[in-house]
């Protein structure tokens, strides 16, 4: 009586006449184990996938961190070449604006020399004939 009684609520969920559920029932077990197997192999492929994806992105990452190091020894040896800043005596007539436009073609520059010459100038309106400036390079 047990069995007949899931025979029917199986065909009443699935709404399938009676026979088809029966039917169904007997290839079940091959079914599932199909069913089970092309997860499986789904999974795997997906697996596999994700190991490609890390294999290449940590070759990436070897190449990206020796891009780094060699970029930061061409930095070292820009820094170890590097020319030192200019120095400029000051004329009569100059000020940091008709300065920092001969240097820099820029004279809204003139705030860099001012800055590099702060231990000696007080007033960026006040600079002295025959002074001798700093002229950064930037």
Known sequence: MKGKV???LLAAVWAMPLEAVTRDLKSAKPRTIEVQEEVWVKKNEDLENLRNKILRLETELRVSR?????LEGELEQAYAQKEPDKTYSV???DNLWKISRRFYND?????????ANMDQITDPDQIYP????EIPRY
């Open 6 to 8: 899931a025979y029917i």
């Open 66 to 70: 020796a891009e780094i190091v060699r």
């Open 91 to 93: 004329r009569e007539g």
């Open 107 to 115: 004279p809204y520059k003139w705030l860099w020399v001012f800055k």
């Open 130 to 133: 025959k002074q001798v400036l």
